[in-house]
């Protein structure tokens, strides 16, 4: 069975991914957009790795 690493869809590669990206985008401070918008998509990802999963209950009733 093949790993996260190996399928590449680990959450937390998303998170390293934006990580990169805002660290790169810190080097050029005098781009602010560009540094919002890598500062967003950090922020993004890190909720969505880090919120807790419904349970499996609350995931069958929004199916109905």
Known sequence: MP??????????ERVVETTNELLAAVGDIKNTTLLETALEAFGQ????????????????????
């Open 3 to 12: 790993t996260y690493a190996e399928r590449g869809d680990h959450p937390w």
């Open 45 to 64: 990802a890190v909720v969505a790795v880090s919120q807790p999963r419904s349970s499996m209950w609350a995931r069958l009733r929004g199916r109905a």
